[in-house]
């Protein structure tokens, strides 16, 4: 089993063919969601699916109008209805554990064909209204999900491997 070609092989994509996702290709991508690991298993995460186009136009706006967004088609809105709570290291679960799980989304469609973009600049609070989430839920990332039309990138731009990984003791 080798994961990492599926990891290398990801990327932000950001120009989708006007294809829509079956419903059966997307629930397998939530079923990488659903088994991901969480905080003492948790599982705060929920996820809203946006097909609908009037709605994706009004996410697009929430997201400072990032015009993909609209052009995708199919938006997952990953929310947790979480008590807040923070592990004795100190970090508080939620963000972790939705981003896990959405990362396993992101992986899994690179599996079925499919492109995704991470979204986390958009207004919390025009997507809860747009979507009716409750007061106590956040919303913490979106997922733009479809079949790309573009090329990936030739090279991926990212630090070199001592500039971030050590060994032993902190010697950056
Ligand atoms: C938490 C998070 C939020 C992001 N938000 C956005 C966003 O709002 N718009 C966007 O175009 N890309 C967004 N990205 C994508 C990053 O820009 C991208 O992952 C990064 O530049 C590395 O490129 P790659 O994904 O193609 O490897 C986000 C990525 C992450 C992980």
Redesign the pocket.
């Known amino acids: 089993m080798d994961v990492l070609p599926v990891i290398k092989k ?3 994509v ?1 120009k989708y063919q006007d294809k829509p996702v079956d419903r059966e290709v997307l629930m397998r991508l939530m079923e990488a969601a659903r088994i991901a690991p969480s905080a003492s298993n948790r599982q705060e995460w929920r996820f809203v699916i946006i097909e609908d186009s009037a709605k994706r136009v009004a996410l697009c706006q929430a ?1 400072m109008g ?1 015009s993909f967004v609209s052009k995708a088609p199919v938006i997952i809105v990953a929310c947790a209805e979480t008590d807040d709570h923070v592990m004795a290291c100190g970090e508080k679960c939620y963000p972790i554990d939705v981003a896990i799980a959405l990362q396993h989304v992101a992986l899994q469609a690179v599996h079925e064909g499919l492109g995704t ?6 207004e919390q609070e025009k997507v809860k209204t747009i979507l009716g989430i409750p007061e106590g839920v956040r919303v913490v ?1 979106m997922l733009t999900v479809g079949y790309a039309d573009c090329d990936p ?1 030739s090279t ?1 731009r990212r630090k070199d491997m001592e500039e971030i990984v050590c060994f032993e003791k902190w010697s950056f």
């Open positions: 990801r990327f932000s950001r997201a990032q973009c991470w979204i986390g600049a958009f990332d990138p991926k």
